[in-house]
């Protein structure tokens, strides 16, 4: 049976671009340009959502994109046929459960996925495993900040974000990872302290 969030993002994926346009173009499509500039190999997208990245992918790469939302999943479909991008394969799965062989990847990724998660500490162990050793995952993700404006936003849009997609834009994501003992070796604020990267190293 699908969850709240699955529905959620389902039944919102034809406008979930446009609600958030403003932000994408003012602040995150640099963000996900400056993390696409470091995938290589074979990579996995978990969360693909809409296809944000597909235009960010280098060309050289191979690319895995899975999200468990079957509406987001056949709109990055078609993205990446109208973009003309043929080095991406797009399959429905759940992050917490991912049908793949353990190291596969040489790059795995998400971006702003884990707000909307119910253990995305379960769902980044599911990345490391699927990771190669010596390979990377990078995570983009808001986390709760300290910043008073931001603070002020997220409280006005967190009650919706929560009762329609079952987001929370407050959550402690970075501190659970080090308590559960992954190995960060890379933590950073960007756009204030709303959003953070967070870079894992599998050896």
Same mark, same amino acid.
């Given at each position: 049976?699908?969850?709240?969030?699955?529905?959620?993002?389902?039944?919102?994926?034809?406008?979930?671009?446009?609600?958030?346009?403003?932000?994408?173009?003012?602040?995150?499509?640099?963000?996900?340009?400056?993390?696409?500039?470091?995938?290589?190999?074979?990579?996995?997208?978990?969360?693909?959502?809409?296809?944000? $990245?597909?235009?960010?992918?280098?060309?050289?790469?191979?690319?895995?994109? #899975?999200?468990?939302?079957g509406n987001m999943i056949k709109r990055a479909r078609r993205k990446a046929v109208d973009m003309g991008i043929s080095?991406?394969?797009?399959?429905?799965?759940?992050?917490?459960?991912?049908?793949?062989?353990?190291?596969?990847?040489?790059?795995?990724?998400?971006?702003?996925?884990?707000?909307?998660?119910?253990?995305?500490?379960?769902?980044?162990?599911?990345?490391?495993?699927?990771?190669?050793?010596?390979?990377?995952?990078?995570?983009?993700?808001?986390?709760?900040?300290?910043?008073?404006?931001? $603070?002020?936003?997220?409280?006005? #849009?967190?009650?919706?974000? @929560?009762?329609?997609?079952?987001?929370?834009? @407050?959550?402690?994501? &970075?501190?659970?990872?080090?308590?559960? &003992?992954?190995?960060?070796?890379? @933590?950073?604020?960007?756009?204030?302290?709303? #959003? @953070?990267? #967070?870079?894992?190293?599998?050896?």
């Amino acid at each position: 049976m699908a969850s709240r969030t699955e529905k959620g993002y389902d039944f919102f994926a034809p406008v979930y671009e446009f609600a958030e346009g403003p932000f994408e173009y003012l602040y995150f499509r640099d963000l996900r340009r400056d993390l696409l500039d470091r995938v290589y190999g074979s990579v996995l997208e978990v969360g693909v959502g809409t296809g944000r $990245n597909l235009p960010f992918y280098p060309s050289d790469v191979e690319v895995t994109a #899975i999200d468990f939302s079957g509406n987001m999943i056949k709109r990055a479909r078609r993205k990446a046929v109208d973009m003309g991008i043929s080095n991406v394969s797009f399959v429905r799965m759940d992050a917490r459960d991912m049908g793949f062989e353990c190291n596969s990847f040489d790059i795995v990724f998400s971006t702003f996925v884990f707000c909307a998660c119910s253990d995305p500490v379960s769902a980044v162990e599911e990345m490391v495993r699927v990771c190669k050793p010596g390979g990377r995952v990078f995570l983009l993700e808001h986390v709760a900040s300290g910043g008073l404006l931001a $603070n002020v936003f997220v409280s006005v #849009i967190n009650p919706f974000m @929560k009762t329609f997609l079952d987001e929370d834009l @407050k959550k402690r994501f &970075g501190e659970k990872l080090e308590e559960r &003992g992954f190995n960060v070796v890379k @933590k950073e604020d960007v756009l204030g302290s709303h #959003i @953070k990267f #967070i870079e894992l190293r599998k050896f």
